[in-house]
């Protein structure tokens, strides 16, 4: 029977929230992660090994990994895991650096950078060639005072000067010779223009995982290991924070696989950020509008974002760090080198002889790099 009433009709109030909530569930980060940690799962097959946030768009570029269908490829992502273009540049086999200045993303090559423009994704002049060669760069990092573009690969680092046109490389070379340093990632402190390089053989009779280089007025660096790093195992991407702490990849020298760490503003305590085995992080950036870190995991084709406020780093004590580095006077596993861990291969393992150094060996002298 049909009644005489008319249907009724829900406030308008209910209509907005139950679309705020499909909003909400639509962009939310997967697996039940807290607000400290959140994973989100990308909308095509990225297998994402690095990231680099674009302040002018809100977006993300990424190398797609081994697990796509296009190795080593760019694309393009948004913050909640939307691919936004796909495919839309490779620099070469050796990709491995990001970095967006202004409207450019730099992308580190085999022996030159990349550039694109990071609005219209056109390919523009590449940098550093017949300059750079062998250099097989790693770490890539923006002077935003100096408007320089830090470098480095094996065993060396570079500057390239932005302002001119075209911009001109200097490049410091020689480094296996003259210490124990093996360059790897790169970060410029944005207050004084300083530099902290990873040692991509950091282990226990290859001196610290991390170096701080002063940069002198005329050009000169001076590097020198930070001590709380010695003899930790390799180190691969870094970053400092807007705290000034710093952030960095070191290989599990058990699993092979980078973790994130922490490294205190006075440089003198470490943490690690907790995270599952399983979740193979593979590179490292920094996302500065929400103040999140950014973690690619390629073999996941997903995203971590991990607030450094309360994503809950846990304190590394002194016998831990030894640990990690290994007793003098015993063989320990060498894991491969960070970068290749990004192609969601099994890490293999190299055995090492004795420790050459007891834990109260003196640290390597400071290393001077001429301009």
């Not at 393009?76 to 495919?87: A, C, H, Q, R, Y």
């Not at 770490?139 to 302002?163: C, E, F, Y």
Request: proline residues 7%; aromatic residues 6%; glycine residues 10%.
């Amino acid at each position: 029977m049909a009644s005489g009433h008319a249907p009724l009709r829900r406030p308008r109030w209910v209509a907005a929230l139950a679309f705020l909530c499909a909003c909400a569930l639509a962009t939310a980060p997967v697996d039940g992660q807290d607000l400290a940690t959140k994973v989100f799962k990308l909308t095509s097959r990225i297998a994402p090994k690095s990231l680099a946030y674009d302040t002018l768009h809100d977006k993300y570029f990424t190398h797609k990994g081994k697990l796509s269908d296009k190795n080593g490829f760019l694309s393009v992502l948004s913050p909640t895991g939307e691919v936004i273009k796909e495919d839309f540049g490779m620099c070469d086999e050796e990709n491995r650096g990001l970095e967006v200045v202004g409207d450019l993303l730099y992308v580190n090559g085999a022996n030159k950078v990349c550039v694109y423009n990071t609005d219209s994704f056109e390919t523009l002049p590449s940098i550093g060639e017949g300059q750079l060669d062998g250099a097989a760069l790693t770490g890539i990092a923006h002077d935003p005072k100096a408007n320089l573009l830090w470098v480095a690969g094996a065993n060396m680092i570079a500057r390239i000067d932005l302002s001119q046109s075209p911009p001109k490389v200097v490049k410091t070379t020689g480094l296996f010779t003259k210490s124990k340093l093996h360059p790897n990632g790169i970060a410029v402190d944005p207050k004084n223009g300083d530099l902290l390089v990873t040692n991509s053989e950091g282990g226990a009779d290859e001196g610290a995982s991390v170096h701080s280089c002063i940069v002198a007025p005329l050009g000169t660096v001076v590097c020198a290991p930070v001590e709380a790093t010695a003899r930790l195992g390799e180190a691969g991407d870094v970053l400092i924070g807007p705290d000034g702490a710093a952030y960095f990849m070191l290989a599990d020298t058990n699993t092979g696989n980078p973790k994130v760490h922490r490294l205190s503003v006075k440089r003198n305590a470490l943490s690690e950020l907790p995270l599952e085995d399983s979740e193979q992080v593979c590179g490292l950036g920094y996302d500065s509008s929400r103040g999140v870190l950014l973690l690619p995991t390629c073999g996941e084709n997903t995203f971590f974002t991990a607030d450094p406020a309360t994503a809950g780093f846990t304190p590394m004590a002194q016998e831990n760090q030894r640990a990690l580095g290994g007793a003098a006077g015993l063989s320990r596993p060498k894991a491969r080198a960070l970068w290749e861990l990004r192609e969601g291969e099994q890490p293999r393992f190299l055995m090492e002889g004795p420790a050459a150094a007891p834990e109260t060996a003196p640290m390597a002298a400071p290393l001077v790099l001429g301009s």
